[in-house]
Structure formats: C-alpha cells, structure tokens
C-alpha cells in the first residue's frame, strides 16, 4: 500500500532549525507534484511550501509568504523522499506538518487535490 512517512518534527527555540522529511513507499516521487502543508490549533490546513514534478518543463516551486526565505523545499530521487528545511523559526510556525503527494506535474496549495498524505509531525517553537 502507497504510503508517505513524515519524520523530523520536534521542539525547537525560537530563531532554530529543524528539517523534515517524507519517504514514500510503493509510490515514486518523480511523477507527483509534492507539497507541504501545516495546521495549528483551530485554524485551517495551509499549503506552505509546494515543488512541481520532475517531469515539470517548469520546476516552479511555491512557497506562502510567512515562509519565504526562511523554508526550503527539496527532494531525493534516489532516495525517493522529499524534505522541507525550516531556517530562523517562529512561533507562529508552530503547528501538525503534514507532506502530500498530488499525481501530475502541477503543483496547488488547495489540500483536496493531493492524493497522497504523511501521518503528520508536529513543530513546535518555543522558548
């Protein structure tokens, strides 16, 4: 069964770093659109970060604007696993991070498009 498995989540102090990452099984991540998204306490799911496939005549990656600058998005065709690496975080960045893996070469930030997800990892930036 197709399936993606976050690590790397943790507490960190404010202005920190963390990298997480997503292996995928019985899926290859070359011909899906991936993507990061968040959710902290009663508040909506968001797209943070998203990175068109290998197969993209574009390779366009996205990224919200309360990360830009600070996050980047990456991954590992060999080892089939995407990773976000987060730089001078916030408080505010804390939250459920969740990847996800959308069939196709176009990337979105609208969570229903994604067809597959991680368990989730959760941040949280403290002091």
């Known amino acids: 069964q197709a399936q993606l498995v976050e690590s790397g989540g943790g507490l960190v102090q404010p202005g920190g770093s963390l990298r997480l990452s997503c292996a995928a099984s019985?899926?290859?991540?070359?011909?899906?659109?991936l993507a990061w998204f968040r959710q902290a306490p009663g508040r909506a799911r968001e797209g943070v970060s998203c990175l068109a496939s290998v197969a993209s005549r574009e390779g366009t990656t996205y990224y919200a604007d309360s990360v830009k600058g600070r996050f980047t998005i990456s991954r590992d065709n060999a080892k089939n696993t995407m990773y976000l690496e987060m730089n001078s975080l916030k408080p505010e960045d804390t939250a459920v991070y969740y990847c996800?893996?959308?069939?196709?070469?176009?990337?979105?930030?609208?969570?229903?498009?994604?067809?597959?997800w991680g368990q989730g990892t959760q941040v949280t930036v403290s002091s």
């Open positions: 019985e899926l290859t991540l070359d011909y899906y659109a």
């Open positions: 996800a893996a959308k069939y196709g070469s176009s990337w979105s930030t609208n969570a229903y498009e994604y067809d597959y």
